[in-house]
């Protein structure tokens, strides 16, 4: 293929979102024979059928799931560079809309967006907390430009999005400063009886700290199940329990909490994630995040 007709493609992009000729015709205010004849010069293009007939529906090829994905992507870059224009000439900065799960640690949210108010362009930071599931709507509809997470989008999430990874960090325990110091020197038999304080099932820190329970063999004293990170550390910090947390952050959770490490969960980690619609990553908030995450923050 020597050249590719973009208006083709654009037509064929079309369709496939539409879910038929007669709906992308009238999104595209062209007649469907135009719309038809489009194809057809795509799939000569291309040299193979981008469609398979099946009754009244139309469905894609091995090969024109992969012009899909190319295309999707082409176009959603192009309206990103034109939101990203319109942005910058109406104000003069660039806005940047993060989201970030409910469960996802806040001082690790904070220190990976550190980079942002540190660029040399302006940028005006909005920050969203949700569901991760809400997060990926508004990520899949282009109402954000990156979610932070602590887990990946797996294939069973219809959202077509990308997972930069960014960096692993450890797992510890910790306590109020009392607390800390009497159960130190015997970790983590220490820890036998003493009420703990866990993250919600439904989080990938909670999954790896039950295994590193189990590895313990001891029966686990759990005193609350929360959802939130930043309460779940004052509820720590109040000397209520014993709370895991990534490791990286420690320094930060005792100078604002007052929260002490008693020891590491050998064995367990936490990894991060940017997740964005961008294959490669070219917006300079998100680069200046994940430069600044693997250079600095994780060292990986």
């Known amino acids: 293929m020597n050249w590719l007709n973009y208006h083709h493609l654009l037509y064929f992009w079309t369709v496939a979102k539409e879910g038929s000729i007669s709906r992308a015709a009238a999104s595209l205010h062209l007649s469907q024979p135009t719309i038809s004849g489009q194809l057809r010069q795509l799939e000569k293009s291309?040299?193979?059928?981008?469609?398979?007939?099946?009754?009244?529906?139309?469905?894609?090829?091995?090969v024109g799931q992969v012009v899909f994905e190319y295309s999707d992507e082409i176009f959603s870059t192009g309206r990103e560079l034109m939101e990203r224009l319109?942005?910058?000439?109406?104000?003069?900065?660039?806005?940047?809309?993060v989201?970030?799960?409910?469960?996802?640690?806040?001082?690790?949210?904070?220190?990976?967006?550190?980079?942002?108010?540190?660029?040399?362009?302006?940028?005006?930071?909005?920050?969203?907390?949700?569901?991760?599931?809400?997060?990926?709507?508004?990520l899949a509809?282009?109402?954000?430009?990156?979610?932070?997470?602590?887990?990946?989008?797996?294939?069973?999430?219809?959202?077509?999005?990308?997972?930069h990874a960014l960096g692993e960090s450890?797992?510890?325990?910790?306590?109020?400063?009392?607390?800390?110091?009497?159960?130190?020197?015997?970790?983590?038999?220490?820890?036998?009886?003493?009420p703990l304080l866990l993250p919600t099932q439904n989080t990938v820190l909670r999954r790896s700290v039950e295994m590193w329970l189990e590895r313990q063999d001891f029966d686990p004293n759990?005193?609350?199940?929360?959802?939130?990170?930043?309460?779940?550390?004052?509820?720590?910090?109040?000397?209520?329990g014993v709370a895991p947390v990534a490791s990286i952050v420690l320094r930060d959770l005792q100078e604002r909490y007052?929260?002490?490490?008693?020891?590491?969960?050998?064995?367990?980690?936490?990894?991060?994630y940017a997740i964005s619609v961008e294959r490669r990553v070219t917006h300079p908030a998100v680069k200046a995040i994940s430069e600044a995450a693997r250079s600095q923050l994780f060292r990986i």
């Open 170 to 194: 450890g797992v510890s325990w910790v306590a109020s400063r009392e607390l800390a110091e009497i159960l130190r020197p015997g970790y983590p038999n220490s820890l036998k009886g003493q």
């Open 46 to 62: 291309v040299g193979s059928k981008l469609y398979e007939r099946h009754g009244r529906s139309l469905r894609l090829t091995e």
């Open 99 to 138: 989201g970030i799960p409910d469960f996802l640690p806040k001082q690790v949210a904070f220190r990976l967006l550190e980079p942002v108010f540190r660029m040399p362009q302006k940028v005006s930071l909005v920050c969203h907390e949700g569901k991760l599931t809400d997060l990926l709507a508004e």
């Open 222 to 240: 759990v005193s609350a199940e929360i959802e939130d990170s930043a309460l779940l550390k004052l509820l720590a910090a109040e000397g209520l």
């Open 141 to 163: 509809m282009h109402r954000a430009d990156l979610i932070l997470s602590d887990s990946t989008v797996g294939s069973q999430v219809s959202v077509k999005a990308y997972n």
């Open 86 to 97: 319109r942005g910058t000439q109406q104000g003069g900065s660039q806005s940047f809309t």
């Open 258 to 272: 007052g929260l002490h490490a008693i020891g590491a969960l050998e064995g367990a980690s936490m990894q991060f």
